[in-house]
């Protein structure tokens, strides 16, 4: 079946640095979306992409969807302690079912 | 705002026992869906339903079995809990691509 593998695990960064968590998926997908989940709570929807190539900002976070639609990132500029959670990714084939990466934990050092 | 409730935050089970996980949502979504997360596996799809009476496996589904018979409410048994069952149970439900998840109950099986 298909596999969505989400690397790094865990990232450890200080205030102010840049993070980055990469996506990849065994197969072709329909769109790919990003969830955040904070210590304690649930996975809050960020964003979807749709297109080959796509990018997309909210301020501080940029998402990029792959060429080939098979990979996706997640870049954050200048981390600030809210940003603290576990980042998903989350494949979409095309049938409406979600098979989501195993997450990054973000923890920013003040 | 979507809201999604489940029914406990919290429980404790004994092995054997039959255990009922409860999921309503109030905004006539079609869609609805039960994750498990534990730590490094990310969300691990165990049913989803498309529509009243209408379930489908996920990537998990042994050990566990749905309920839809309205559409607003989504129900996890396990018909006889297990200590690899223990974990945290999600609910999920969606109109289009994008999910919103309950709050999340936290399983313990002794």
């Known amino acids: 079946g298909q596999q969505v593998m989400q690397i790094p695990q865990y990232q450890h960064v200080q205030e102010g640095e840049d993070f980055t968590t990469y996506c990849n998926s065994s197969?072709?997908?329909?769109?790919i979306q990003w969830y955040k989940q904070r210590p304690g709570g649930h996975p809050v929807f960020l964003i979807q992409?749709?297109?080959?190539?796509e990018v997309k900002k909210q301020k501080r976070l940029t998402f990029q969807f792959g060429e080939a639609k098979k990979n996706s990132s997640l870049h954050i500029t200048a981390t600030q302690t809210t940003d603290v959670g576990t980042y998903f990714c989350a494949g979409e084939p095309g049938y409406g079912k979600l098979t989501f990466g195993q997450g990054t934990i973000l923890t920013v050092h003040p | 705002d979507v809201k999604v409730t489940q029914s406990s935050r919290y429980l404790v089970k004994r092995t054997g026992e039959k255990v009922f996980l409860e999921c309503v949502q109030d905004?006539?979504?079609?869609?609805m869906f039960w994750y498990r997360q534990d730590p490094g596996l990310g969300l691990r799809l165990i049913y989803f339903s498309y529509d009243v009476k209408m379930k489908e496996k996920g990537d998990i589904p042994e050990g566990y079995s749905v309920s839809r018979e309205k559409k607003e409410r989504f129900s996890l048994i396990l018909e006889s809990a297990s200590t690899n069952q223990t974990s945290m149970y999600l609910c999920?439900?969606?109109?289009?691509?994008?999910?919103?998840f309950g709050a999340g109950t936290r399983l313990s099986v002794l």
């Open positions: 992409l749709v297109k080959s190539g």
């Open positions: 999920a439900s969606s109109s289009t691509d994008i999910q919103y």
């Open positions: 197969t072709t997908l329909s769109n």
């Open positions: 905004m006539d979504h079609e869609n």
